[in-house]
């Protein structure tokens, strides 16, 4: 595992998503909340990285700009290259729903919605054709083990299995990227360690580029690259090990 600030950025052709300058802020009553301080943040095709930090570090607002989620104040965030700020809507909408996978603490799905279904949406709204839809989502939803578990709705699933659809869903569009923020942070200790191998295991299998937000130290310390961040900044020490 390797420590990198923010001074040490990959570099190359393989660059897949980078952020420059990055700076958000909110309006709390009448102050204004600085979530991060002029961020350089970037990561290439394939890696695997963790952001790490305390509560409130901004490790979550990172993820959602670089998700296309929110917008930051000042910076600029490339996804391939392209300045995200200029996509039209539709455009980030594609980007968002196809080469953006997104795996959050609190789940988000929908609880209407059986595992297959809440699985096969992002492809939908990708107009891929039903048929196919279906065979990717009974696919992948085999693949994290919940074969058995298609029609069951949200409700009918323990937490660990509420994230392994979260999973399934965010993989059903094979992203260049899977954005997961604390997603084992609402399991127990072991069914948490099963989600990250799982991660892990499919991460490896399609080379997927990860980047997990994390303030566990077990799980950061899974990962080749670990960028730390305090009060909404990069630490600018780095401490290469081998």
Same mark, same amino acid.
């Given at each position: 595992m390797s420590e990198m600030g923010a001074d040490m950025q990959p570099s190359g052709s393989r660059l897949l998503l980078e952020a420059r300058g990055i700076t958000k802020t909110y309006n709390s009553g009448? #102050? =204004?909340?600085?979530?991060? #301080? =002029?961020?350089?943040?970037s990561v290439t095709r394939g890696e695997f990285v963790a952001l790490q930090g305390a509560s409130g570090a901004g490790k979550s607002t990172l993820l959602h700009l670089l998700g296309g989620l929110d917008r930051p104040n000042q910076g600029t965030i490339l996804f391939g290259g392209e300045d995200v700020a200029r996509l039209s809507n539709p455009a980030l909408a594609h980007l968002r729903n196809v080469k953006i996978g997104f795996v959050f603490q609190a789940y988000h799905l929908f609880p209407e919605l059986n595992a297959l279904e809440n699985v096969s949406l992002p492809s939908r709204m990708a107009r891929v054709s039903v048929p196919e839809t279906m065979r990717r989502a009974t696919e992948l939803l085999k693949r994290v083990g919940l074969g058995a578990r298609l029609d069951h709705r949200p409700t009918e699933l323990s937490g660990g299995e509420q994230q392994r659809v979260a999973i399934a869903r965010a993989l059903i569009n094979s992203p260049d990227v899977i954005l997961a923020d604390e997603p084992n942070g609402n399991l127990d200790s072991h069914t948490g360690e099963e989600i990250l191998d799982l991660l892990l295991d499919l991460r490896e299998e399609r080379q997927t580029t990860l980047i997990i937000a994390t303030h566990d130290n077990r799980l950061a310390a899974r990962a080749p690259r670990v960028v730390r961040m305090v009060d909404g900044a990069v630490t600018p020490v780095a401490v290469p090990t081998n």
């Open positions: 009448k #102050r =204004e909340l600085t979530v991060l #301080r =002029e961020v350089n943040f």
